[in-house]
């Protein structure tokens, strides 16, 4: 931690809010480390469920009919990759915010940094994980669980088990003027009705339940204990003050939760309304 020894940073243990929200609170949180010199991790959840689209994913890959259907909310983040089902019971976020100058200029190496307290998590809680060690092919590439498992930024249980080992853990990183954000999600459970059913595919429960693992598999822990065990290895990571939100930033937030990561523009097509469009 020599690169973020002595900043300020706080440790929000946010509750669940819809999944536009989420995305925007990681937006306000960077205009905080930049503006203000307060860098932020949190953990969070989702409610309601909510699948995430990829920056660059076709929005004609969602089984929308299957989200209403099943009261599944849709948004898109700014990361690449797959779609993922966040549920609101068996799915753990986090984020990580902080300036760029701060962190290692080097991909990977900014991943291992960021990586750390959530790999710290799991061993705590008894959970033998570890980056990946070998690639795994792609199963379905819409889906961030059924991609292809990059040891840059993918975590699985057993660690050192090759192609044997179930991803536990995709974290993904994007860069905002000049502020970085890593997000991540922790398997708690597995719902893979739902994380299946949420592609315009014909995919087997199966195809998830053999590539994905779990915490509560694994360890047996309680949901709470599990984030609580997350929330406390981010803040030892970095010597964050308990906090919360400012009310001037779950403001922002909702500003731009309406305009952009709830809009269907935003959503179905990666288009930003201005400030005063109504979304359609």
Known sequence: MTALDDREWRVIRDGSREGAMQMALEEVAARTALEDGVRTVRT????????????RQDA??????????????????QTGGGGIYHDRFADI?????????????????CYELFCDPILEAFDR??????????EQDA?????????????????VAPANAGDGANKISGNAQ?????????????????????????????L??????????SVRDV?????????????????????????????????????????????????RDREVLAAGDSPR
């Open 44 to 55: 969070y959840s989702w409610e309601p469920s909510t699948l995430s689209l990829g920056y």
């Open 60 to 77: 004609d890959t969602v089984d929308w009919d299957f989200c209403e259907r099943e009261g599944i909310d849709v948004t898109r983040r």
């Open 93 to 109: 976020s986090y984020t990580i915010v902080a300036p760029a100058d701060e962190v290692p200029g080097d991909l990977m190496d």
């Open 125 to 134: 809680m008894s959970v033998d994980a570890a980056f990946a060690s070998a």
């Open 139 to 155: 199963i379905y590439q819409p889906s961030c669980y059924l991609r292809d498992i990059n040891p840059a930024h993918d975590i």
């Open 174 to 202: 994007y860069r905002q003027r000049d502020v970085v954000i890593q997000h991540g999600s922790i398997s708690y459970g597995l719902e893979p009705r739902n994380h299946v059913g949420v592609f315009d595919a014909d």
């Open 204 to 213: 087997a429960e199966s195809t998830f339940t053999d590539r994905v693992t």
């Open 219 to 267: 360890a047996g822990i309680d949901r709470d204990d599990a984030v609580e065990t997350i929330a406390e290895s981010l803040r030892d990571w970095c010597d964050a003050d308990e906090s919360s939100w400012r009310d001037g930033e779950l403001e922002a937030a909702r500003a731009l939760a309406d305009r952009k990561f709830g809009a269907d523009e935003w959503v």
